[in-house]
């Protein structure tokens, strides 16, 4: 995991899927260390809507050692954007 995290500071975003969720792919550069972590990698992460209840999550992905994907999913049927920073609770 720390592969992973050393890899963060370089990775680059770009639109990961076409229905208007936050899903965004990830592109890390040639030369970091590549990680042993298998896809996806359990991030517990939690989207809360404006009154703190949970509206959907967050999964990372991982291909061939190096960050490949952010997905955030929501818990009823529409896509949910990429949220802000303070509407993640780590756990």
């Known amino acids: 995991m720390e592969e992973l995290r ?3 500071p ?3 975003a770009s639109p990961g899927c ?3 969720c ?6 890390v550069p ?3 260390p590549a990680s042993t972590a298998e896809s996806p990698v359990p991030v517990e992460g ?3 809507g404006p009154r703190d209840e949970p509206v959907g999550g ?3 992905f991982v291909e061939h050692g190096r960050l490949a994907g952010l997905e955030v999913y929501p818990l009823d049927d529409e896509p949910l954007p990429l949220p802000r920073v ?6």
Do not use: I, M
């Not at 936050?22 to 592109?27: I, Q």
């Open 6 to 8: 050393a890899q963060a």
């Open 10 to 12: 370089d990775a680059t």
């Open 18 to 20: 076409g229905c208007g």
């Open 22 to 27: 936050g899903t965004v792919g990830l592109h």
């Open 30 to 32: 040639d030369g970091l």
């Open 46 to 48: 939690t989207v809360v």
């Open 58 to 60: 967050l999964l990372l």
């Open 86 to 91: 303070d509407r993640v609770r780590w756990s």
